[in-house]
Antibody
């Protein structure tokens, strides 16, 4: 069955970077896109960006452009997301999710990675 | 960017009740509207895509309706496992945006 398994929780200081992973299994990795969405405490979901695993095309939300980097390791079926210059309000659960295209429903989600930014 | 507004933010209901959640887009999005359910500590799960298409394995007590700017999710015959938070998402234009969520609680 389709699974997206994310890396574990992180605690970071303001100004630091965090790199998290999303390992896919149960389907042909290159046939789908991976999106990153975050959910800060008490806030709505916020779309951060996506990668077309097939052709490597990447798009970021303007909100995160320049501070977020999405990458992939096709041999290992893993997608990564790095967030730089962390701020206190970056404290959130970060989810990866599988979709078809940039504008698509998200039918499979990872379990989430909690990132806590604390002085 | 398109903004999504859900109402109500929360509601209390009893098992067996019929509940309706609404989602309004700041501009017309056709039927590019999806609904998700999220239980505490879990990832969201897709319920309905394209405004009214039930996702695989989702019980038929969930129905979606709407076009343009106004959409609804109805649960007919609320079950104990339906107490959760529900989110809408537009996928008409980038960036894909979510509603703020509606928490369905037990009365």
């Amino acid at each position: 069955q389709v699974q997206l398994v994310q890396s574990g929780a992180e605690v970071k200081k303001p100004g630091a970077s965090v790199k998290m992973s999303c390992k896919a299994s149960g389907y042909v990795f290159s046939s789908f896109a991976i999106h990153w969405v975050r959910q800060a405490p008490g806030q709505r979901f916020e779309w951060m960006g996506w990668i077309n695993v097939s052709n490597g095309d990447i798009k970021y939300s303007q909100t995160f452009q320049g501070r977020v980097t999405i990458s992939k390791d096709t041999t290992a079926n893993i997608v990564y997301m790095e967030v730089e210059s962390l701020r206190l309000d970056d404290t959130a659960v970060y989810f990866c999710a599988r979709g078809w295209l940039q504008l698509t429903y998200l039918e499979h989600w990872g379990q989430g990675t909690l990132v806590t930014v604390s002085p | 960017d398109i903004q999504m507004t859900q109402s109500p933010s929360s509601l209390s209901a009893s098992v067996g009740d019929r509940v309706t959640i609404t989602c309004r887009a700041s501009q017309s999005i056709g039927t590019y509207l999806n609904w998700y359910q999220q239980k505490p500590g879990e990832a969201p799960s897709l319920l309905i895509r394209s405004a009214s298409t039930l996702h695989y394995g989702v019980p038929s007590r969930f129905t979606g309706f709407g076009f343009g700017t106004d959409f609804s999710l109805t649960i007919t015959g609320l079950q104990p496992e339906d107490f959760a938070t529900y989110f809408c998402q537009q996928t008409y234009a980038a960036p894909p945006a979510f509603g703020q969520g509606t928490k369905v609680e037990i009365k």
